[in-house]
């Protein structure tokens, strides 16, 4: 393989900066463009989506088993992989429009397993109707609004640039790794008090932001590329 000179993919070279969200960008990015650059001397875009899926697999298994610390650090895991694979491609000159529906099938599969799996094991804990329920209403959160930033991706030929006309929500809802993180620290919190209700609360909070995040975005793209289709600003 092609020798990779590791000074030229410094951070914040490899980032997204108008697609990322917050977390991912000033903290994800920083950890995977490290761990980019030695991979890619040995693997390439689709064998690192390939890992990062195993290791979503597992995070949403450890949860599904109520071990919910060690669920969180898969969870987190995961979250740098999901950067890697995309790096490693610009890295090596690679990238392919099936390595980024691979990706992007990877983070939305994931997430929705991790959701469920948070769901199956809160039943155990707090009354399962109410899991449950919060539980779909997140589901229909992050239906939406990642439809809605896929959609806008194929019409406009573009990632949604979130950072830049969402930047309360990137801290909060925008990005799968923000959504993550939230639910990451609601299973420690859960974890640590022994009140599983906070995680449920929690839910549902994120959740009403979600869809809150959506309208939003449907009035924001409505008022900003209305005009010609150019996506232009």
């Known amino acids: ?5 590791a000074t030229q993919w410094k951070y914040p070279t490899l980032t997204k900066p108008e697609s990322d969200g917050a977390f991912c ?11 980019s650059v030695r991979l890619a001397r040995h693997m390439g875009p689709n064998a690192a989506t390939g890992l990062d899926m195993l290791i979503g697999l597992g995070a949403a ?21 999901s950067c890697v694979d995309g790096e490693i491609a610009r890295i090596q000159g690679q990238p392919s429009k099936l390595g980024d529906f691979l990706d992007t099938l990877t983070d939305r599969v994931t997430e929705f397993l991790l959701i469920a799996a948070i769901s199956i094991s809160l039943c155990s804990q707090v009354a399962p109707l109410s899991a449950l329920s919060a539980s779909f209403a997140m589901l229909g959160g992050v239906f939406v609004l990642t439809t809605s930033s896929e959609k806008f991706r194929s019409a406009w030929q573009k990632c949604y640039p979130k950072r830049r006309l969402e930047p309360l929500f990137c801290f909060l809802s925008a990005g799968s790794e923000s959504r993550l993180l939230i639910l990451s620290i609601g299973l420690l919190a859960s974890v640590a008090t022994g009140d599983a209700s906070i995680l449920l609360s929690l839910l549902w909070a994120l959740a009403g932001v979600t869809y809150l995040n959506f309208l939003v975005r449907l009035a924001v793209i409505h008022s900003h590329f209305r005009v010609d289709g150019s996506g232009h600003l």
């Open 25 to 35: 960008y000033h903290i994800q990015r920083r950890i995977s463009a490290r761990l």
């Open 61 to 81: 298994v450890l949860v599904l088993l109520d071990c919910w610390v060690w669920g969180v650090v898969l969870i987190q895991i995961f979250g740098i992989f």
């Open 1 to 5: 393989m092609t020798p990779i000179d």
